[in-house]
Structures are given as structure tokens and as C-alpha cells.
């Protein structure tokens, strides 16, 4: 089974800095996605980045971007210019593309600090 | 885009009572949703796979006969904690993935916390 490890309990950073948060991942399969989600106090998970494995090209989504290192199973997500609203859990989360369902991640949780 | 709506979004119950949660997908038709259990400041662990017009598909340690699922439709899935006890006291989230493309993203319900006391 797929497992999914985020080695970061918790992690701050400064507003208008940049943060990374980590992610390793064990599986046996060639093709797959991962994701990054954030969840707020509202509990409501939302989407921040999606990466498919067999690109090799790096997510961006504006402030968002990842490091998909496939060789060695590792998935961060930096965060860039971080800002309040940045402040949440985030789950990195595998899906096989056989499988529908999700695997997540402990999860970090993010301080911003003003 | 996709919506999923989740309601109750809090539910207050007593000891041996059952609770139904309902899972709907609003703009989209799901063959697939997927239930969620999260205990305080930990992950969300996959409960079941329910799958419209079968039975769905449990994980190991969960007790079907306890957290019932049925997805009798498309866009409806509901999941009902019988007779509660207050260790089923926890937040549970559906999910629901779009039917069309590949790797699309799970879209989230937001959530239902449930007291059992």
C-alpha cells in the first residue's frame, strides 16, 4: 500500500517570505498524482496543486509550486511570498491511477507571522 | 470549480441514536464518493469507497455494519453512524472526483463534526 509522509508537524514563516514544506511518498507504481491541499479552520479542504507523475515539469500555480523529485519519491511545496491567509494544515496526498481514492499525508501545519 | 455539499455540517447526539450524513454532488455526477474520518489535529483516513447502485467498499478496521453507506444515486451519498457511541465522536468528510478526465482533483465536502454525548 501506498504511504504517504509529511516529516513536518508544524512549520512558520515570516509574511512575504518563502517556506517549503515536505513530502515523501513510497510506492511501487510508475504512474500516479500527487496533491497538496489546504485545510483552514473552516475545515474545508481546498486544492492547492496537483503534479502527474509522468511529467516532468514542475506545478506552478502563482505563488504555489512544487519539487517532484520521482527518483526519490519527493513531493514539496514551496510557498513564496506567504501571506496570512497562507495559515492552515496542508496534506500532501498520493492517488494511483488505478484507484480512486486518496492517501494523505499527516499533515503540516503552517504559522504565518506578520 | 465542482461542488460537493455536505450537510449536517454539525450534529449533536445521544449515546445509541443513529446520525445520517448526506454527501451530494451538485454540478456533477458522481459514480464515486469517498468518506473521511479526521480525529483532531490528525490526517484524514479513508473510511469507504461508496459506488453508486453497489455496496461499498470498506477499509480494513471499519465496521460496516456500523458507519452504513448507501449511494443510491448519482449525486447522493449518505453515510449513517449507528447506534453512536461517544468514540464516534469525530469530524467526517465526503469526497466526490469528477467523472471526466484523468487526475482530476477530489472535490471536498465541508464536513460534518458529530458529538455523540
Known amino acids: 500500500a501506498q504511504t504517504v509522509t509529511q516529516s513536518q508537524p508544524e512549520m512558520s514563516v515570516q509574511e512575504a517570505e518563502t517556506v517549503t514544506l515536505s513530502c515523501t511518498y513510497d510506492t511501487s507504481e510508475s504512474d500516479y498524482y500527487l496533491f497538496w491541499y489546504k485545510q483552514p479552520p473552516s475545515r474545508q479542504m481546498i486544492l492547492v496543486i496537483r503534479q502527474e507523475a509522468y511529467k516532468q515539469q514542475n506545478a506552478t500555480e502563482n505563488r504555489f509550486s512544487v519539487n517532484f523529485q520521482k527518483a526519490a519519491k519527493s513531493f514539496s511545496l514551496k510557498i513564496s511570498d506567504s501571506q496570512l491567509g497562507d495559515a492552515a494544515m496542508y496534506f500532501c496526498a498520493y492517488r494511483s491511477i488505478n484507484n480512486n481514492d486518496m492517501r494523505f499525508g499527516a499533515g503540516t501545519r503552517l504559522t504565518v507571522k506578520p | 470549480g465542482a461542488v460537493v455539499s455536505q450537510h449536517p455540517s454539525r450534529v449533536i447526539c445521544k449515546s445509541g441514536t443513529s446520525v445520517k450524513i448526506e454527501c451530494r454532488s451538485l454540478?456533477?455526477?458522481?459514480?464515486?464518493m469517498f468518506w473521511y474520518r479526521q480525529f483532531p489535529k490528525q490526517s484524514l483516513m479513508l473510511m469507504a469507497t461508496s459506488n453508486e447502485g453497489s455496496k461499498a467498499t470498506y477499509e480494513q478496521g471499519v465496521e460496516k455494519d456500523k458507519f452504513l453507506i448507501n449511494h443510491a444515486s448519482l449525486t447522493l451519498s449518505t453515510l449513517t453512524v449507528t447506534s453512536a457511541h461517544p468514540e464516534d465522536s469525530s469530524f467526517y468528510i465526503c469526497?466526490?472526483?469528477?467523472?471526466?478526465?484523468?487526475?482530476?482533483?477530489?472535490?471536498f465536502g465541508q464536513g460534518t463534526r458529530l458529538t455523540v454525548v
Open positions: 469526497s466526490a472526483r469528477t467523472p471526466t478526465g484523468t487526475g482530476t482533483e477530489a472535490f
Open positions: 454540478d456533477f455526477q458522481a459514480t464515486t
